[in-house]
């Protein structure tokens, strides 16, 4: 068998499930943390393993570049290279390879790209992508993909799909069918409805694994997302799972999985909690602001993660003011821990048959935001993280 995908309780759109992969299960809905050079920045596999993470995402393209999927292959592929012995899935480079401007050149065949490197100039194709990926040893690959710029028209946005639909038939010949491992199709078309269906159309009769909804989180704004959402998901197949590429704050995972998205990645968790942004079930906290310098309580009074369990505010907003490593390292743990009690959370809750009354309270709490700390900010001293910005560039944790 490929990857399966397995439904074990519906509510709503929403669906609780489990993928079968050769590393391994996930349980869905899931979040994958990321791991672009096979590491997912400042944390040991066993730690990442800890937040409940069940499968990671590593990066194509800058694997390809540094220290080069041949390499990787002769060290035993990828989950022995990082000691993750869990399930991987690998993007397939589309998008870094997209985002640099000035440095590629597309054609029918493929992408001429300057490494963002040292300038040296390399060729991806459908066909070397999957190679690379094989070589990697991913248990989930994805299609080689051209992701559709925003804004664009809609004949803009054609041009493109209609291109990764060629090049997605290149990646189903050129994938190597074995027990375990998957291919995933991309489903492109921007905010066009005809397009994401005529997408959508041209990916299933290709008989996919699962199937990604690519183009999305891209400056369009959630409601428009949202509405994207509505018209794809209940276009593709209901019996293998569905992911929703580069999506990470927690309110587009909760309405994204009411939809019936299986599968989220995301570097906000990582890179937010390197610049000092600490995720909880209050909203967000910027640990840098003055007003928790004599704050001894935890960060979130309801997170098990070491951050929470051993160390207070105050020692946080110490670590960050002093720029020690140790705060980034303990910031990351924290947000990795509650992007998965979140998922776990919202699997319970399909289980339970709840998932509007979690939905319900997540927004709640979202929306009273954190808790007044003991000490009110000093004027002129907050300093917020745009959330939204580190979400941006997806994939180049």
Known sequence: MTVAYTCLARCGAARRG???????????????????QATVKGML?????????GILLGNTYHLMLRPGAERVAQLGGLHRFMNWPGPILTDSGGFQVMSLSGLRTLDENGVTFRSHLDGSSHRLTPERSIAIQHQLDADITMCFDECTPWP???????TSMRLSMRWARRCRDA??????YGLFGIVQGSVYPDLRAESAAALTALDFDGYAVGGLAVGEGQALMLRTLDITVPLLPADRPRYLMGVGRPSDIVAAVMRGIDMFDCVMPTRSGRTGQGFTRRGTVNIRNARHADDPRPLDLDCRCPACRGYGRAYLHHLFRANEMLGPILLTWHNLTYFQDLMAGL???????????????????????DIVSL???????DDPVDAQANARETQHD
Do not use: N
């Open 18 to 36: 489990v993928l079968t992969t050769a590393h391994g299960p996930v349980e869905t809905p899931a979040f994958m943390p990321v791991g672009t």
């Open 45 to 53: 596999p066993e730690a990442v393993a800890s937040t409940g993470a």
């Open 152 to 158: 664009a028209t809609e004949a803009e946005a054609a």
């Open 175 to 180: 994938f190597v069918d074995r027990p375990g």
């Open 347 to 369: 699997r319970g809750a399909i289980v339970d048959d709840r998932l509007d009354a979690f939905a319900a309270d997540f927004e709640r709490q979202q929306a009273e935001g």
């Open 375 to 381: 000490v009110p900010a000093s004027p002129g001293d």
